[in-house]
């Protein structure tokens, strides 16, 4: 097993779901989290928040829009 550097990752994929559909208490609470980590830093710690951006020419049809 390889030795330990002290580093965790910690990678949110398709993160736009959550601002979009998550319930606000949750969206709070989340916002809360990110505030103290920035407040606070934990030594080796990274938060990736990856987000889905539509192709060109999509309509934003991901985000259930019917308008286009």
Do not use: C, Y
Not at 12 to 36: G, N
Request: charged share 25%.
């Amino acid at each position: 097993m390889p030795a330990m550097d002290g580093r965790l990752l910690i990678v949110l994929d398709q993160f736009e779901e959550f601002v979009i559909l998550a319930d606000p208490e949750r969206q709070k609470a989340f916002a809360a989290l990110v505030a103290d980590l920035h407040a606070t830093p934990i030594k080796g710690l990274r938060l990736l928040l990856q987000e889905v951006v539509p192709a060109a020419g999509d309509g934003g049809k991901w985000l259930g829009n019917s308008d286009s």
